[in-house]
């Protein structure tokens, strides 16, 4: 092929001129070509992985923060490890976990959601089920057409990974859709039990039980309805061979049937310790020892649970029926580990068919059956003797790789969690294959892209605006030992493969810096260990040939000292995960000399001990849309439901059952560690009030999605409006001796809502204060009816020299007499009543002008604290000090309950104890 000539084929003229063979062998060399220039500069052919991924690129901010989240599965969740098929909330940094091949990743990192989450159950048409967060990533494709035949129309060359939530609105009558399923995934070497052990496991939850309570506790039998004996033989060598004392007899009444019997209490501890647990009916499920079995420990309990509630039909077919759904979709979820695919459905309660309960059939049919009888089978030779003798086909069909999905609905909320997995982001779970975030790869390819000059195609405008030529790159990472070199290092060289398919498929990619960057198209001589220093030759965009010099890239980790960070120039420094501040600011220092940019990805931690609040201030904050946006900062959501790019149908759609806590957290920008805000509702953008609900919603089809009520309205607390002279007013103050004094006015209208005009802080005596706030009153045209005072430091000493002085004596002499103030804690909660739209009015009672910027900033960041007087009390919640101080001039005036009627009436004569006013 390499001794083509491709320059003769430019004219299409030659090409009407070539046979079918050369036509062929030219279409051939061509992908060959095409492959391999893929591998040598995958950057290029780079697709970001979502759409709101894609926003990263636009950004030219010298600040972007990229937020993201791998938190998608719930609890109980079988993530297929080197450990055995492990619950998700039991998986460990260091495990290996089955993708699409044996062992290819290692688990880096775990991620929980600090409080239940919506859930969406998404299911197949062969009974599967699973999990997830809105965000969860799943491999879906097309069909062909419209077939019978389950999986072997689906068009697996066009999948790609969609999230739940848009699944959730996809009608799947309409247009079907395909999900990919695991593969078998490998097998722990060794485990606690025999396979002897796990048979006997099936035989006892399949047709097994404990006879009693009290002093026949320990009592257990097993019975069978065959008049086979073979596996009442084999029970009675399986105890014999425990020093088990049994007896075996015919059932009573009975032509056929019979039971074997024992009671040890020594026996029933040791299957209690390998979590055969006393389970009856509809709560049976699968041993914990099972799920952690190797093949041959798997294979047996799957054959004892077949022998004693299964069966093989002329069809040829395997059937198991049992009442319990979790231990059906567990032999469900642990047939797939064989290659295996079943059906599973409920079967209702029938009389007539001697079917008194509901139980869950779980079928197996087609070239299954021969997988089947090669890897399971069965040991009573009646129902062995059913079972085809072919062999199973070596290879999967598609129609086993792929099944057809039936819905995606909403479910209850859960707590969920995540892994990072590293190299590939692939792992098996439940019979489906799963995927990581994508918020490291694409920073990585916008750093990789501007130190080389190598963009990708599809955002060669984006990137030309932001090229600068040679430049260097500083990647800072949690560890060098678990993080750098088996996570980071290998997304970078080009020889590495990362993805589902096999190397080269369209469902993954090679490393992102192309070998032509390398010196002298060696990673060795580009790569230096000792310095953990990477130089790559930067190229022309312009002119692919011409070489603008060498870029230089450092990698240094977080559990170095910050010192070490202070030297160097930097164009870019991409921080993995949150950095601790110090580190941060020294960052900020070294892209000061030439603009650099800084780069943010991470996932907001669950620890509240990690230190992130300067996150929030300095990048989150200034970079969400807002009028307080800071045009230098950018703040990206990946795979949180507050992004103001997802489509607002499945934003309501999976937010409807949530509380208000939550959806200020999810829907409107708030990080999770800061959902314990004491005003939840409050809000500075525009949204929407359900009155019949009593909650915010996001509309769909202009009614709510939850009730379906058309009766909502907007609102928004913080926005322009015009003062009105004639409302009274009332004045807050909060002196502080060690930081300005603060306050605010607040006029009162005729519905007795507030509106809160202009606010102030003053760091001067208490003259100053009053010159500031005649000027203020002047110019608004205010009527202050009312003065309030922090009542706790109105009565504190304003002067160590004069001890009998207070500042509201301070206050009152420099012309500002006020009351002092109620601090009830009961004012918040007025508060909060005051900021529910009113279902009259159609607003809430509490406005914020636009130009009371820092009120609106406390009243966001204002948050409950833990706090506990002693160790044999409950949790106390406590205001943190924080953030404190115009949230609570608001509680004190709504400790005072100010009427429009109160105040118009004329202000109220204010009588000082032990100051007396008039005359003897």
């Known amino acids: ?81 080197n450990r055995g098929a492990i619950a998700i909330e039991e998986v460990s940094k260091g495990d290996k976990v089955a993708g699409r091949q044996r062992w290819p990743g290692v688990v880096t990192d775990i991620h929980k959601s600090s409080e239940p989450m919506p859930i969406y159950r998404l299911t197949t048409k062969r009974g599967y089920t699973m999990f997830g967060s809105a965000e969860h990533m799943n ?22 990974w969609l999230e739940l ?22 097998f722990p070497e060794t485990c606690e039990i025999t396979p002897d052990d796990s048979y006997f496991f099936g035989l006892m939850i399949g047709d097994g039980s404990y006879c009693g309570t009290g002093y026949r506790r320990h009592v257990m039998n097993y019975t069978t309805h065959s008049d086979d004996i073979v596996l009442i033989l084999w029970v009675s060598r399986y105890l014999s061979q425990h020093d088990v004392k049994h007896r075996i007899a015919r059932k009573s009444g009975r032509t056929n049937g019979a039971y074997i019997a024992w009671c040890s209490a020594r026996f029933a501890k040791w299957l209690v310790e390998r979590d055969l647990q006393r389970q009856r009916g509809p709560y049976k499920t699968i041993p914990e020892t099972v799920w952690r079995g190797t093949r041959a420990v798997v294979a047996a309990f799957l054959r004892g649970f077949a022998d004693s509630d299964g069966c093989a039909t002329t069809k040829p077919s395997v059937v198991y029926i049992n009442r319990s759904y979790e231990l059906m979709r567990g032999v469900h979820i642990l047939l797939r580990r064989f290659g295996i695919n079943a059906s599973l459905r ?47 086909p070596l290879k999967p069909t598609v129609q086993q790789r792929w099944d057809r999905i039936i819905s995606v609905e909403p479910d209850d909320e859960q707590t969920v969690y995540g892994l990072t997995i590293s190299p590939e982001p692939h ?100 790569w230096k260990t000792d310095l953990r220093r990477l130089r790559v030759l930067c190229y022309d965009p312009e002119n692919p040939d011409r070489v603008l010099g060498e870029s230089y890239w450092q990698h240094m980790s977080y559990d170095q000292d910050p010192e070490d960070f202070a030297s160097g120039t930097f164009h870019i420094i991409l921080h993995d995960e949150p950095p601790k501040y110090a580190i941060w600011q020294e960052s900020e220092a070294r892209v000061l000399d030439v ?18 609040d300067w996150i929030f201030d300095e990048i989150y904050e200034k970079g969400r849309p807002g009028p307080n946006k800071d045009p230098n900062v950018d703040w990206f959501e990946l795979y949180t439901t507050e992004n103001v790019h997802m489509d607002q149908e499945v934003i309501a759609t999976k937010t409807a059952s949530w509380n208000a806590t939550k959806r200020q957290v999810r829907m409107f920008g708030q990080p999770i560690r800061f959902s314990n805000r004491i005003h939840p509702l409050y809000t500075d ?147 909060n009543e005051m900021l529910r739209p009113d ?46 101080d115009y949230p609570t001039l608001l509680k004190y005036l709504a400790n005072w309950n100010p009427t429009f009627s109160a105040l118009s009436g004329g202000r109220k004569i204010i009588q000082r104890p032990g100051k007396r006013k008039g005359a003897y």
Request: with cysteine; proline share 5%.
């Open 1 to 81: 092929m390499s001794a083509i000539d491709l320059t003769r084929f430019h004219d299409p003229e030659v090409l009407k001129t070539l046979s079918d063979e050369e036509l062929g062998r030219l279409i051939g060399h061509a992908t060959d070509l095409t492959a391999e220039d893929r591998k040598l500069n995958q950057i290029l052919y780079y697709r970001a992985a979502s759409e709101r991924a894609e926003k990263v690129h636009y950004s030219t901010a010298g600040i972007v923060g990229v937020g993201g989240g791998n938190r998608c599965q719930v609890a109980g969740t079988r993530v297929i490890t």
């Open 839 to 884: 279902e009259f009015t159609k607003r809430p009672r509490l406005h914020i002008h636009s130009r009371c910027l820092n009120t609106n900033t406390q009243i966001h960041r204002y948050a409950w604290d833990e706090f506990r007087q002693s160790l044999d009390k409950d949790l106390k919640q406590k205001p943190r000090e924080k953030y404190d």
């Open 595 to 612: 603009g650099g940019r800084l780069l943010l990805a991470m996932t907001w931690p669950d620890d509240p001990a990690i230190a992130v």
């Open 346 to 392: 409920k079967q209702s309660a029938n009389v007539r068919h001697k079917r008194p309960n509901d139980t869950w059939r779980l079928e197996i049919c087609g070239a299954n059956v021969r997988r089947y009888a090669a890897e399971i089978g069965f040991l009573l030779p009646s129902k062995t003797a059913r079972l085809p003798n072919k062999p199973p």
């Open 139 to 160: 491999l879906v494709c097309p069909s062909r057409r419209r077939d019978w035949h389950n999986g072997q129309d689906a068009d697996y060359k066009a999948a790609e």
């Open 685 to 831: 953008t525009t949204q929407f009030w359900c009155f019949t609900c009593g909650r915010t919603i996001i509309p769909v089809k202009q009614e709510c999605p939850t009730c379906g009520d058309k009766e909502y309205s907007e609102f928004c607390h913080f926005r322009e409006f015009e003062t009105q002279p004639s409302f009274p007013a009332v004045f807050l103050l909060d002196p502080h001796p060690r930081k300005p004094h603060m306050f605010m006015w607040v006029q009162i209208d005729g519905n007795d809502d507030w509106w809160v005009v202009a606010e102030g802080e003053v760091d001067e005596d208490p003259t100053q204060v009053r010159a500031y706030v005649d000027d203020v009153e002047g110019n608004l045209s205010l009527n202050v009816q009312l003065r309030l005072m922090d009542p706790n430091m109105g009565r504190s000493p304003s002067s160590a020299t004069k001890r009998e002085s207070n500042w509201q004596d301070e206050f009152a002499e420099a012309g500002l007499v006020c009351d002092l103030a109620d601090d009830g804690s009961v004012g918040r909660a007025k508060v």
């Open 165 to 186: 939530s848009a699944l959730a609105r996809h009608d799947f009558e309409k247009s079907w859709r395909y999900i990919a399923m695991s593969a078998g995934g490998g």
């Open 427 to 526: 792992y098996m779970a439940d019979g489906f294959l799963q995927h990581n975030s994508s918020k490291t790869e694409t920073c990585i390819v916008e750093a990789v892209a501007l130190s080389t000059g190598v963009f990708p195609m599809d955002y060669h405008d984006l990137f030309m605006k932001k090229f600068r030529g040679p430049i260097n790159v500083r990647m800072i990472c949690e560890s060098l030992t678990t993080t750098l070199y088996p996570t980071i290092l290998p997304k970078l060289q080009y020889w590495r493969w990362s993805g589902i398919d096999q190397q080269g498929g369209k469902r993954g990619h090679w490393g992102w810096i192309p070998k032509k960057c390398l010196i002298d198209g060696s990673w060795d001589k580009s």
